[in-house]
Each structure stands twice: as C-alpha cells, then as structure tokens.
Nanobody, 119 residues
Framework: QVQLVESGGGLVQAGGSLRLSCATS????????MGWFRQAPGKEREFVAR????????YYANSVKDRFTISRDNADNTLYLQMNSLKPEDTAVYYC????????????WGQGTQVTVSS
C-alpha cells in the first residue's frame, strides 16, 4: 500500500504561481512512476505530468508544457508540481497518483487539492 497526501492548492490570480506537494508513505520503494492529474467541474480527469521515480524522466500534457514542472525528492519521498503562468483554465482539483513496478496503471491516488485561478 502507498498513501498519498496532496497540499499546496489555493486561490491565485492569472499569471501567478503555485507549488503543489504530494507526500508519500508506505511501500514507496516500489513506486515506478508518479503523475499529476486534474479534474475541472463538469469535465473528465485529465493527465498533467508524469515522472519516473528512478531517474526523473518526465513528460507533460501540451496544455501545461513550458509552464509546469514536475519533480521529486527521493530523500523524503515527495512529489512536486511547480505551476507558473497560471491561467483560469488551469482551475481544477489536482491529484497525484502512483504507478508501482510491474503495473501499467496508477493504482494509488491522493484525495486532491483545489487550485483556483481567477482572471
């Protein structure tokens, strides 16, 4: 089992920045990759970014590329999402998720943190 707890959401004006954190605990040595997803009201959950836990290899959704940066701190098993140049369309509940070795899906999810960007 892996437990994930997001934090860092809030209200920010367009053009501003926020940094989300996702604290992990439990079987963290079995994590292969982690991702950030988001879900806006009335919309389906969408992929934002992913990072491979071992070497930091990452990729992003086109909508956030060059504005968001995913990173991880292996020492304290924390995942981050630095969000810059925020837009109103970035407003959503943001979730972190963990993919374990040997799996091809995200099996563990956090409870989510709200990000609201005002125009």
């Amino acid at each position: 089992q892996v437990q994930l707890v997001e934090s860092g959401g809030g209200l920010v004006q367009a053009g501003g920045s926020l940094r989300l954190s996702c604290a992990t605990s439990g079987r963290t040595n079995s994590i292969y990759a982690m991702g950030w997803f988001r879900q806006a009201p009335g919309k389906e959950r969408e992929f934002v970014a992913r990072i491979r836990w071992s070497d930091g290899g990452s990729y992003y959704a086109n909508s956030v590329k060059d504005r968001f940066t995913i990173s991880r701190d292996n020492a304290d098993n924390t995942l981050y999402l630095q969000m810059n140049s925020l837009k109103p369309e970035d407003t959503a509940v943001y979730y972190c998720a963990a993919e374990m070795y040997g799996r091809e899906s995200y099996d563990y999810w956090g409870q989510g943190t709200q990000v609201t960007v005002s125009s």
